[in-house]
């Protein structure tokens, strides 16, 4: 009698035991799996909100750059010297100013498929006004490029450039500007500001050359 007592309890350990280690491998399982499913979704999502950020970013920039581009500046009122209002926050390092002067030098503009930097419009102050710019810098190119083509009515000779070679307009002017950017520790980078009035144009020049 004790020998089938001893039986039976033995069978109903085994079965219980076996019943336990089926239990919790499988839970452990559905749990494991449940788990890695979750991480993969959740990665997933993250990667594909990653992207929706570039693409909105991408699009914001773009749009920034075509507002300024077409930016129209107008200057009212006396010179006002630059004052230095911060830093940039974002891009290439460089001291935001804010004012407005008359510079007098020369101007040169170039759409050529071969010049550095493609399109570009760009003043290179004389002796007698750099001391008005920021550090005296004595070149910056216009940020509100449209506007600054139509002040200096380059748009008629641009018809005129010849795409296999490297083509140049320039002349010598007294132009208002407005706020500058002054960048630091750049290569082959330049200063930005606004064009906003072109006072004198003393005519132009356009001449191409083989590039070298």
Partial sequence: MKNKIHIVAFVALTILAGFLVYLFTYNGMGKANFINETDTKSQSKFLEESKDDRTLREQRERAEGLAMLEEVVIVSGPEIPFVKIGQATFGPAGDIYEGQVILSG?????????AHGGEQLCFEVD??????????????????LNQA???FKVESIEANFD??????????????IKNYFLLRAEIGGTDVTKIARVITDNGKNFS???PM
């Fill in 127 to 144: 002796e007698s006004s750099v001391q008005k710019t920021p550090d005296k810098r004595n070149r910056f190119c216009f940020r509100n």
């Fill in 163 to 176: 795409v296999q070679q490297y083509c140049e307009i320039t002349g010598n002017a007294t132009i208002w």
């Fill in 149 to 151: 083509k139509r002040l």
């Fill in 106 to 114: 020369r101007y040169y503009y170039t759409n050529s498929p071969n």
């Fill in 208 to 210: 191409c050359r083989v």
